[in-house]
């Protein structure tokens, strides 16, 4: 298949694509570059490699949410945050969180669907409340760090690890998942 069949095959699936896959690959694509952007204009050097291969995930996650790419877009934006960025958690490591748990869901989300599927309100409802609950509790949670951490707490590291898992135990329940298949 030459390249000008492969983009009008490209072009052609585009123009079939049910409106919530679109708006899941737009959502990703947003909250992608908010995740990029907003490390990169921090006063603290962000490594240079972090933008370059981050913008080149992000397209690829956009294009192929299903594939390997949402992850490894979220795993090179926490690195690149995790080398360079000062350790007291801030407003703009809460905004970088929150942009990766959309990346994360969305890509989840448009992964599962074929381009051309129809999506019901039914299905978008199921997604809606766990994406909510992550997106609100993510600064909640990252604020809750910064009160323990400058409290100087014993086992303040043990007090966050608890409210990461009660988060993704809320989430889970939330989502109206069984522990078992029956």
């Avoid at 699936?13 to 909250?31: E, F, H, P």
């Avoid at 962000?46 to 996650?61: N, S």
């Avoid at 009160?147 to 009660?166: E, I, K, P």
């Amino acid at each position: 298949m030459t390249a000008d069949e492969k983009i009008t095959l490209w072009l052609a699936q585009l123009r079939v694509a049910g409106r919530a896959v679109v708006v899941a690959r737009l959502v990703i694509a947003v909250a992608g570059a908010v995740a990029l952007v907003v490390p990169s204009v921090q006063s603290w050097d962000q490594a240079d490699l972090v933008p370059i291969v981050g913008g080149a995930l992000l397209l690829c996650t956009v294009v192929l949410p299903d594939s390997l790419a949402a992850l490894l877009f979220v795993l090179v934006v926490t690195l690149g945050w995790l080398m360079r960025a000062p350790g007291a958690p801030s407003w703009s490591l809460a905004l970088t969180a929150v942009a990766l748990v959309v990346v994360h869901l969305a890509a989840a989300f448009a992964g599962q669907l074929p381009s051309y599927a129809r999506v019901h309100r039914a299905a978008l409802r199921r997604w809606w409340l766990p994406g909510a609950i992550a997106v609100l509790l993510a600064p909640a949670v990252a604020g809750a760090a910064a009160l323990v951490r400058n409290a100087d707490v014993a086992g303040s590291l043990v007090v966050t690890a608890a409210a990461t898992a009660l988060t993704a135990a809320t989430i889970w329940f939330a989502a109206d998942q069984k522990l078992s298949r029956d």
